[in-house]
């Protein structure tokens, strides 16, 4: 089952031999600058959006919405066709309109205080698959225009290499989408980093850390067993010189773990070393990692004790924590009322 969305302007022509040749551009105008699904672009005749809703099925089928936040918040569940789900979420605030899409179906990267992690890693998505995602999220975004793409979901975007950065070529290209608003979210995936500094993307490179000991990261986020801090930083380095762009550092606060003042310490040295922003997390609930997240108070005081060293740092607003929607909650539908739907099609 191939996602329309996989082809190119070039390929679609093909399928349409024997069409007038301006049917591609009303086809490709639908699909990637109005946002519709196929059944709705009006300017090519039903008989021909039959063929093609045929020939190319939505490879996701929405199986389950949650909604919070009077409704800014919406997480969807796409069933997959081995069966496997996938979790997408979309968030509205005042001055932008965000989708976080998964780029992997589970998580091979084990981290022990993340939901997706701990089911474990089901299999790589297409670029179809991903993109479906997204146009899913401009249409039910309408009227507002989808602004920002972060590839914060399910999975390691930079283990899925060559689909993440196809994805975000189209959506520079195709939908118009501008690769500062475009953010991926990485382990520490060292060499993967060092590539793709070097693909001229201007987007945004967010890193969990989590932790700046080995010794606790190690248990925190197992790859770094593979790339330790001190490669990482290697990395992290590499970008900065080829990019420009500042990195982000992303740390999801754990009572008496990484909350500490010796945890300040060691952050605001490898933060301040590579110029680094600092986003600082409240630990969201899993059920499989019985710890809880530091106070609000000692949020705050983290927050302040590394801007007084002169690290920029920042508390996320967390979104979605009733619908196990928030950072590192993707896995299932749980803790929310729940308006299951009729599968169906993306």
Not at 70 to 92: Q, Y
Not at 135 to 143: C, E, F, G, K, Y
Not at 306 to 328: D, F, P
């Amino acid at each position: 089952m191939t996602s329309i969305y996989e082809y190119s302007r070039e390929e679609l022509a093909s399928h349409l031999e024997g069409q007038p040749r301006y049917r591609v551009d009303q086809l490709w105008r639908g699909l990637w600058v109005d946002g519709l699904e196929v059944d709705d672009i009006t300017t090519i005749p039903a008989s021909l959006r039959t063929t093609l809703r045929e020939r190319f099925p939505s490879p996701l089928a929405l199986a389950h919405e949650v909604q919070s936040d009077h409704g800014a918040t919406r997480k969807w569940v796409f069933r997959l066709e081995n069966a496997s789900t996938i979790e997408t979420v979309l968030m509205r605030y005042d001055s932008r309109v965000t989708v976080c899409v998964s780029s992997q179906a589970g998580c091979a990267m084990g981290c022990t205080f993340c939901a997706t992690g701990q089911a474990g890693f089901s299999g790589q998505l297409s670029v179809g698959q991903v993109l479906e995602q997204v146009m899913h999220a401009v249409r039910a975004a309408a009227p507002l225009r989808l602004s920002n793409v972060v590839f914060m979901g399910m999975g390691e975007p930079l283990a899925n290499y060559a689909v993440t950065v196809d994805v975000i070529r189209r959506l520079h290209d195709y939908r118009g989408l501008s690769a500062r608003h475009l953010t991926v979210s990485t382990v520490g995936v060292a060499p993967a980093i060092e590539r793709l500094a070097r693909e001229g993307l201007p987007l945004t490179l967010a890193v969990s850390l989590h932790a700046a000991n080995n010794e606790t990261r190690n248990e925190l986020v197992p790859l770094n067993r593979r790339y330790p801090l001190e490669r990482l930083h290697e990395a992290c380095r590499t970008w900065l010189e080829v990019t420009g762009r500042r990195i982000s550092f992303e740390w999801a606060l754990i009572e008496g773990v990484n909350d500490t003042d010796q945890a300040i310490t060691e952050l605001a040295r490898y933060a301040h070393s590579l110029g680094a922003h600092v986003n600082l997390i409240p630990l969201n609930p899993t059920p499989g990692y019985l710890v809880r997240g530091s106070s609000a108070q000692r949020v705050g005081e983290f927050r302040d004790a590394l801007l007084g060293r002169g690290v920029n740092a920042t508390v996320r607003n967390t979104r979605g924590r009733s619908i196990a929607a928030a950072c590192g909650q993707l896995a299932t539908v749980t803790n929310a009322k729940r308006r299951s739907i009729p599968l169906r099609r993306a």
